[in-house]
């Protein structure tokens, strides 16, 4: 065995170069690397050890290794930045220039309502408000006198409890809370000045009249941002439909209202035109044009009244004669009331006195402006009277609208 393994050795150190060989071709290479090798031996020294040793040396750069460094601190400063201004960016919360005003009473109306608290829109949100909104025209009233006129066409409908302490609910949504709070308060005050001059015991529920200032809108959430009015319709529409809150913020307020009050476009369109078509075919219509045409013709007779008067203010005694008698007829001619046969009369008696002498000629303007006065204020009251003998015809037309509308959606 011992000379096997003799005879094995010697043939293999027969094949592999000898010792001196190797050293020789070590030390060559090693002169050829010169400094370089020596350098980055003394500047990686554990590296250096490591690779002799065996490990796995590094084959990132140093200029690498330094760009990545200053990545990772832009990021993190950018990611301070952002902590900064989610911290504290904020908008400011500017009124938007229409109010949205929920009305409801049993009939539901929403209501815009514009900067200067005027009337731009009234929506009706179910059959009800249908009927009484009918004919009415609301747009460019004061906020406070359109809530009032629907309020009693709905008490003459029969369509509100006036014994009740707690009938009318009033929402108004902006994106101000300071603006939501000032409209409500404003709404339900002359809504309260009704009812109490009526002697009604009808309360108001005002869902945002406490005051209210406007908070911090952060910027980052201004997608997301609520006034209180609107995240009281938000939560009852949630409530209602089981949507999400962040889903519902998204909606406009009337939209918000519409769910609410199940509004159905296509019922809506359907009632319009039904009222339209048996307010026609009504009687009620027939007499209210009779009525109109009658109260267009007294407007022109208290139109010609006033021109009167102020011809008289305008004149003196040296103006008296027949030409100022025709022009005085011609100004308050009318079909309803000769006035022409008193101012003749009355002219006659002027001159008779004249020849018996006398400061006649004042009497006759004086007695002239306290006829035409009297004839104005008999006009106004008769205004009066059309207006509610319109009103009585309509509302009891509307009043069979509404039995009918019922029968006709049961």
């Known amino acids: 065995m011992k000379r096997i393994d003799k005879l094995l050795k010697k043939e293999a150190e027969s094949v592999l170069p000898s010792g001196e060989l190797k050293e020789r071709v070590r030390s060559r290479v090693l002169s050829e690397l010169g400094t370089a090798a020596e350098t ?30 200053v990545v990772v601190a832009v990021l993190a400063a950018v990611m301070v930045a952002l902590s900064f201004y989610f911290a504290f960016a904020t908008v400011a919360i500017i009124p938007s220039p229409v109010t949205y005003v929920s009305l409801s009473v049993n009939p539901a109306f929403g209501i815009s309502v514009a900067g200067d608290d005027t009337v731009t829109e009234v929506t009706p949100l179910n059959e009800d408000a249908a009927v009484v909104l009918y004919g009415m025209d609301l747009t460019g009233r004061p ?16 369509l509100i409890d006036t014994t009740e302490t707690r009938t009318v609910e009033l929402l108004t949504v902006n994106d101000s809370a300071a603006r939501e709070s000032e409209l409500s308060r404003s709404l339900t005050n002359s809504l309260l000045g009704l009812f109490s001059s009526a002697g009604w015991k009808t309360g108001v529920h005002a869902a945002n009249a406490e005051e209210a200032e406007d908070g911090t809108r952060y910027a980052y959430r201004a997608t997301d941002y ?7 319709l938000v939560d009852a529409v949630r409530r209602l439909t089981g949507r999400s809150e962040r889903a519902l913020a998204s909606e406009g307020a009337s939209d918000l209202d519409k769910l609410l009050n199940s509004y159905d476009e296509n019922r809506m369109a359907a009632v319009a035109e039904r009222l339209e078509k048996g307010y026609s075919d009504s009687g009620s219509k027939a007499e209210a044009d009779k009525l109109a045409a009658e109260k267009s013709s007294l407007d022109k007779f208290a139109e010609g009244l006033r021109s009167a008067l102020t011809l008289l203010d305008d004149l003196d005694e040296d103006d008296f004669g027949l030409d100022l008698v025709s022009r005085l007829i011609e100004l308050v001619g009318n079909d309803y009331i000769d006035l022409g046969s008193a101012i003749r009369t009355l002219y006659e008696d002027v001159v008779a006195g004249a020849l018996l002498g006398g400061d006649i000629i004042e009497e006759f303007m004086d007695s002239l402006e306290d006829l035409f006065e009297d004839m ?3 006009y106004e009251e008769d205004v009066r009277e059309f207006a509610l003998a319109v009103a009585r015809e309509t509302n009891e037309w509307k009043s069979e609208m509404l039995d009918e509308l019922a029968s006709f959606f049961d």
């Open 40 to 69: 980055a031996e003394a500047r990686e020294p554990a590296l250096a050890a490591a690779g002799a040793a065996g490990g796995t040396r590094s084959s990132v750069s140093p200029a690498r290794r330094r760009t990545a460094i």
């Open 143 to 158: 906020a406070g006198e359109a809530v009032q006129l629907i309020m009693l066409e709905c008490a003459a409908l029969g």
């Open 226 to 232: 609520c006034s209180p009015g609107k995240s009281i």
């Open 376 to 378: 104005i204020d008999l």
